[in-house]
């Protein structure tokens, strides 16, 4: 079964800062995908940023990039020039083709203070 | 129109009342799915139905009874609930279950507290 860690379950960042989520995950596939949720309080889960596990190149969304480390099993999401928007729940998580059984991260609670 | 939305917003029930959570979506979206999500708890999830077949079911109690009567419409009844059962019940969907990197749009959820 795949499992995701989340390590930091609260984190604080300056407005304008930068801040990075860690997440890690356990697999023995090799096809699969990975996810950054953000989920802000009660509002709607959106998707902050995707990768492929077959693509070697980190993806980007803007201020949101993620470090993608294969071996390592390593997932992190870097956020730039933190906004008072970027306040939410960050869940990573992982899913595997073909149900798209999605699994979460216990999730960050990420504060951006002004 | 990237909408999800879920009726009710909030639904209070007894253990001994049937009730019924409703989702709709008007993508064209061909995969959906409900979770469920403790409060401070990642969404699990619980079912997914694609082309209107369930395709997973999570070893979910069979007190949640799925039902997907068309593409854009998912509703999920439930029957002599626990009070363990009160959770954010969230819908969400996606293009198909072809493609994996599709994004999953979610709904608001209904929160669901069972007396």
């Known amino acids: 079964a795949q499992t995701v860690t989340q390590s930091q379950p609260e984190m604080s960042v300056q407005e304008a800062e930068t801040v990075t989520l860690s997440c890690t995950y356990d697999t023995s596939e090799s096809n699969y995908y990975l996810f950054w949720y953000k989920q802000p309080p009660s509002r709607q889960m959106i998707l902050v940023i995707r990768?492929?596990?077959?693509?070697?190149q980190n993806a980007t969304e803007n201020r949101f990039s993620v470090n993608f480390q294969k071996a390592a099993k390593s997932f992190s999401l870097k956020i730039s020039d933190s906004q008072l928007g970027d306040t939410a729940m960050y869940f990573c998580a992982f899913m595997k083709p073909p149900n798209n059984d999605m699994r979460f991260g216990a999730g960050t609670r990420l504060t951006v203070k002004p | 129109d990237t909408e999800v939305t879920q009726t009710p917003k909030h639904l209070v029930m007894g253990m001994t009342n049937k009730k019924s959570l409703k989702c709709e979506q008007h993508m064209g979206h061909r995969a959906m799915y409900w979770y469920k999500q403790k409060a401070k708890k990642p969404p699990e999830l619980m079912f997914v139905y694609s082309y209107e077949k369930l395709s997973i079911n999570e070893s979910v109690p069979s007190r949640f009874s799925p039902e997907c009567p068309n593409s854009s419409l998912l509703n999920l009844h439930l029957h002599a609930l626990q009070p363990e059962d009160s959770a954010l019940y969230l819908c969400a969907s996606s293009e198909s279950l072809g493609n994996p990197a599709d994004e999953q749009y979610f709904g608001p959820g209904t929160r669901l507290t069972v007396t």
């Open positions: 990768q492929e596990a077959y693509k070697q």
